[in-house]
């Protein structure tokens, strides 16, 4: 079983940064894939980023978030600049030991608590 702690949300205005940061309990972190989603009030989850040998992005996103790992300290990160208001949700870390990665939420094993990012206009 490997858990995963999300940290890093907050409130902040259009325009600003956040880093979020999920560290994780497994063992062999290096094998594997992680991953951002999101959902918003009244929206369905959403593929943000993954990180698996290279990195991943949705279209939304592209430019303006970056996912990185520490695989000595097993954390992933989100660094997100420019935020908009749309980017406003909870965003969820996820995770599966595979050697590739996936956009969908459903084949990810493990998730973590979430994280709420509120962006104010």
């Known amino acids: 079983q490997v858990q995963l702690v999300e940290s890093g949300g907050g409130l902040v205005q259009a325009g600003g940064s956040l880093r979020l940061s999920c560290a994780a309990s497994a063992r062999t972190f290096s094998s594997y894939a992680m991953a951002w989603f999101r959902q918003a009030p009244g929206k369905e989850r959403e593929f943000v980023a993954a990180?698996?040998?290279?990195?991943h992005y949705a279209d939304s996103v592209k430019g303006r978030f970056t996912i990185s790992r520490d695989n000595a300290k097993n954390t992933v990160y989100l660094q997100m600049n420019s935020l908009k208001p749309e980017d406003t949700a909870i965003y969820y870390c996820a995770a599966r030991q595979s050697p590739t990665y996936s956009d969908s939420g459903l084949w990810y094993d493990y998730w973590g608590q979430g994280t709420q990012v509120t962006v104010s206009s």
């Open positions: 990180h698996r040998g290279s990195t």
